[in-house]
């Protein structure tokens, strides 16, 4: 009879070992002859038999107490009992073996809680070896995205952009961009730096006119009243470049070959927030506009001309018009910079620029345009 074959019902059999058949004490098939059927039906059997085998045993030795049947037949210790099962159907074993409640060798059967310890000890392997592969995968997709370069948005241009929070390293950095400028150098100037600097900067510009590249040099009123320009202004414009003056410029601004653009990050007079360095030439035709509009709007600068000169009193700030004052009563240095509250080396450089400003060559002649002007009473 093959196997999950119905047999027919009111027949009797003789109780046999043959293939195909239960062994002896196997409870009688279910009548759907299913293969889970069966196969719960063979391993009651194979219990009770293991059971009263062991309980036969038992009794041939005394003080052994017999197998218990609450045990699955499984032995004390958990480990399978020894029971035939060589006899059982193929898939009927082949059902009870891949839930491990039959030995793969059909030699013995295991207890359920033996054949849920294996099949979760099994589980859990598969899992382990599963989170592993998982885990060397995602490294290796990690390692490869590491390789791919920056996105990019199809159809635009990206612009790399360096930016500084030390202006001290920015010269450094223009100073490297100033060999590089082979045609053209436009600069717009809100402010100057201290004298020293100016100087140093002076002489790079100077070598890049040497070589035959352009320069325009646009600056605002107030900045050539700084302690220096006068002199960088006129001297670059001897050399051969461009300059202009307006009332105001609208940022620092630096342009070389329309392809680097520096300028000020800061917002008002907030001069913390740093310097950007931006490439590209599209960005630059940008900033070339602005600077075009401004540099139409200024006016030609003339050497020696008293445009950074401050005319009214309203040029000057409370600070300027106090140290005014306190020089014309004839203070010494130590105490005008002890009654405003800075140092004397401060004092100093405030003094020169409003000897500067006043466009006279002495403390004293600047004592005598400051009350010409109103500024000391």
């Given amino acids: 009879m093959s196997a999950g074959e119905d047999r027919p019902t009111g027949r009797p059999h003789a109780a046999r070992t043959g293939r195909g058949l239960p062994p002896p004490g196997a409870a009688a098939a279910p009548a759907d002859g299913g293969t889970e059927a069966r196969a719960r039906a063979a391993y009651a059997a194979l219990l009770r038999q293991l059971t009263v085998r062991q309980a036969g045993t038992a009794g041939d030795s005394p003080g052994t107490e017999p197998a218990r049947a609450g045990t699955g037949g499984a032995e004390p210790d958990g480990s399978p009992g020894d029971a035939p099962a060589g ?3 193929e898939d009927v074993a082949r059902w009870l073996t891949e839930r491990r409640l039959l030995h793969s060798s059909r030699a013995g059967i295991s ?7 294996e099949l979760l000890s099994e589980h859990r392997e598969r899992l382990l070896s599963a989170c592993t592969t998982l885990q060397r995968d995602l490294r290796a997709v990690e390692d490869v995205a590491r390789l791919l370069p920056p996105p990019r948005l199809h159809g635009h241009d990206t612009v790399p952009v360096e930016f500084f929070t030390d202006r001290e390293q920015l010269r450094r950095r223009i100073d490297a961009f100033h060999p590089l400028t082979r045609h053209e150098l436009l600069s717009m100037r809100t402010t100057f730096p201290e004298p020293e600097v100016l100087e140093e900067s002076l002489v790079t510009d100077l070598r890049l006119l040497a070589r035959g590249a352009s320069c325009r040099l646009l600056v605002s009123a107030s900045a050539l009243r700084r302690p220096g320009a006068a002199r960088y202004v006129e001297s670059v414009a001897e050399a051969g470049a461009e300059v202009r003056v307006a009332t105001s410029v609208p940022l620092y601004l630096l342009i070389i070959d329309r392809e680097l653009t520096v300028m000020w990050a800061g917002l008002g007079s907030d001069r913390d927030r740093g310097d950007v360095a931006l490439h590209g030439s599209l960005i630059a035709a940008c900033f070339v506009q602005v600077f ?4 139409a709007a200024a006016s030609p600068h003339a ?3 008293p445009a950074g000169r401050a005319r009214t009193a309203r040029d000057y700030t409370p600070r300027e018009r106090e140290v005014l004052a306190l020089l014309a009563t004839g203070a010494k240095d130590e105490s005008i910079a002890r009654r405003l509250g800075i140092s004397e080396r401060t004092l100093r ?3 020169t620029q409003l000897v500067e ?16 002007l109103g500024l000391v009473d």
Avoid at 292 to 295: D, F, T, V, Y
């Fill in 357 to 372: 400003k006043l466009g006279v060559e002495s403390r004293f002649a600047a004592g005598v345009r400051a009350a010409r």
């Fill in 87 to 89: 006899a059982l159907p």
């Fill in 292 to 295: 075009e509009h401004s540099w």
């Fill in 111 to 117: 207890s359920p809680e033996r054949a849920i310890t």
């Fill in 303 to 305: 050497p020696g001309a």
């Fill in 349 to 351: 450089r405030l003094m």
